[in-house]
């Protein structure tokens, strides 16, 4: 009869890394410009038409813009009694998003209507005209007026709604992408104050020196000379890359920009790192993310990591042998080379529950063995 396993050994065989094949990237996909994003117009109005549903006339905060919106009709208010059991009324914030490529006037978005009084329900409510303004309160101008039929984002949620193309731009908001060299943050002899530059700001994700230079060079190579100087990009920071733009650019910059978005770069290994969601129930890793010498124990499981030697390598079977154990020791022969593609995916084969992978990523983390960006979503 065979004899009864006790726990589980798993053997990695590291072999010498191989050249994948080489990705390619536009500087537009992984770039944007300084100056292009979004922006939010925010504002407070007076729904009505609610079933009931509304603040209530003991909620001041509501009664007294309804009176202001009944002086304002012709139908002025005497005493706020005459509000009283006034239930089909409610006090909103109101929030716009722009669009990163800026807007015109006379153009339309969307409102989000969120209630911060007591009331309990938005469904069927129509919003009264309202003035969006900029949050920054040292710009007065009204940027949009808002107004229409109040529909429920989840039927599930009732105080959260939107009103669709509920906003008429009033005035044009223009994103301006080129800057004076003494308007930039950046401090450099190559910038000289009066000259023109734009701003490349790398993603978050791929942000580092290595592909900063990289963005600087194929720019350089491409376009220094149609720009006749000597070098037309300067990576400043792991982030930003300053671009050059000359005069004969600057009546219509759409082709200079568009030039630059389009040039293609290798892309190098990203930085190592390993994003966890407990939430979700879920792990990712990018880049090389190496793991140490390091021995970790968790509810029975053992995995052992280890590359061969030489005089293995001819002899080495093709699979790993695996047995029951209660110990797991990863690269006990402190060989190295190990990463964390290789054991996330032998765990994967042996149906390892999700949250011990997690938890066993965690403690090799927790021990400074694994050599990776750890991020944790919440």
């Not at 309804?66 to 005459?82: D, G």
């Not at 793991?291 to 293995?312: C, F, K």
């Not at 090799?364 to 990776?372: F, T, V």
Request: proline content about 6%; aromatic content about 4%.
């Amino acid at each position: 009869m065979p004899k009864l396993i006790a726990s589980i050994l798993i053997v990695l065989v590291v072999t010498p890394s191989v050249v994948e094949g080489q990705v390619t990237a536009r500087v537009g996909d992984i770039t944007t410009l300084k100056g292009h994003g979004s922006n939010y117009l925010t504002g407070m109005g007076l729904i009505v038409g609610l079933n009931g549903t509304g603040d209530g006339d003991d909620y001041a905060t509501a009664m007294r813009p309804l009176a202001k919106a009944l002086e304002f009709y012709a139908n002025p208010v005497v005493a706020m009694e005459e509000l009283k059991d006034t239930k089909n009324v409610a006090i909103v914030f109101l929030t716009a998003e722009l669009p990163p490529d800026g807007v015109r006037e006379g153009s339309r978005i969307d409102i989000q209507v969120s209630p911060f009084g007591s009331c309990k329900s938005l469904k069927g409510g129509v919003l009264l005209p309202a003035p969006l303004l900029y949050p920054d309160r040292r710009v007065s101008d009204v940027f949009a007026l808002a107004q229409g039929s109040v529909y429920l984002n989840d039927e599930g949620l009732l105080t959260s709604g939107v009103v669709e193309n509920g906003a008429v731009i009033q005035k044009d908001v223009i994103h301006n992408y080129i800057a004076k060299g003494r308007d930039l943050p950046f401090s450099s002899s190559w910038v000289r104050p009066a000259a023109t530059y734009l701003t490349l700001v790398i993603q978050d994700t791929h942000a580092s020196w290595s592909l900063a230079r990289e963005i600087a060079q194929i720019v350089d190579t491409t376009l220094s000379l149609a720009a006749d100087v000597d070098h037309v990009a300067l990576a400043v920071d792991p982030k930003n890359v300053l671009v050059f733009v000359p005069p004969s650019e600057l009546a219509s910059p759409a082709d200079w920009i568009s030039q630059i978005k389009g040039l293609e770069l290798l892309m190098t290994s990203t930085q190592a790192k390993v994003v966890i969601n407990r939430t979700t129930g879920t792990l990712s890793v990018s880049g090389d993310a190496r793991i140490s010498p390091v021995v970790v124990s968790h509810q029975g499981l053992t995995i052992t990591i280890a590359a061969p030697s030489d005089d293995d390598e001819e002899t080495a079977a093709p699979l790993p042998d695996v047995e029951r154990g209660n110990f797991v020791a990863i690269d006990p022969g402190r060989t190295g080379g190990s990463n964390l593609n290789q054991l996330t995916a032998a765990l994967n084969r042996l149906n390892v529950p999700i949250e011990s992978r997690i938890a066993i990523v965690m403690q090799i983390h927790e021990l400074g063995a694994l050599h990776a960006k750890l991020v944790i979503e919440k």
